[in-house]
């Protein structure tokens, strides 16, 4: 079952950064919006990856509810939905 991590996306003047509620301290950054999502997913499966190999447990996506609680700057953002995609063999 394929899993969805929401991400805010929050568009500089010279770079969009992407953050995760659920992981904290990853973040990516690219010079459009669709780059920034794009470039997010790969940072997602490489963060998963590695927290696997520490033997740490992968926490479930959180809810939008429960972003509104841990953001607090949600509104000054965009969310995204980012799938967690396996690891390519």
Same mark, same amino acid.
């Given at each position: 079952?394929r899993?969805?991590?929401? =991400? #805010?996306?929050?568009?500089g003047p010279?770079?969009c950064s992407?953050?995760?509620?659920d992981? +904290?301290g990853?973040?990516?950054?690219?010079?459009?919006?669709d780059?920034?999502?794009?470039?997010a997913?790969? =940072? #997602?499966?490489?963060?998963?990856e590695?927290?696997l190999?520490d033997?740490?447990t992968?926490? +479930?996506?959180c809810s939008?509810?429960?972003v509104k609680?841990f953001a607090?700057n949600?509104?000054?953002?965009?969310?995204?939905l980012?799938?967690l995609?396996?690891p390519?063999?």
């Open positions: 079952m899993k969805h991590y929401i =991400a #805010l996306v929050q568009a010279s770079a992407v953050s995760f509620p992981f +904290p990853l973040v990516t950054a690219a010079r459009t919006i780059a920034a999502v794009e470039r997913g790969e =940072a #997602l499966a490489r963060h998963v590695d927290m190999k033997g740490e992968i926490p +479930p996506p939008f509810e429960d609680q607090p949600y509104r000054d953002v965009m969310l995204v980012v799938p995609l396996p390519s063999p």
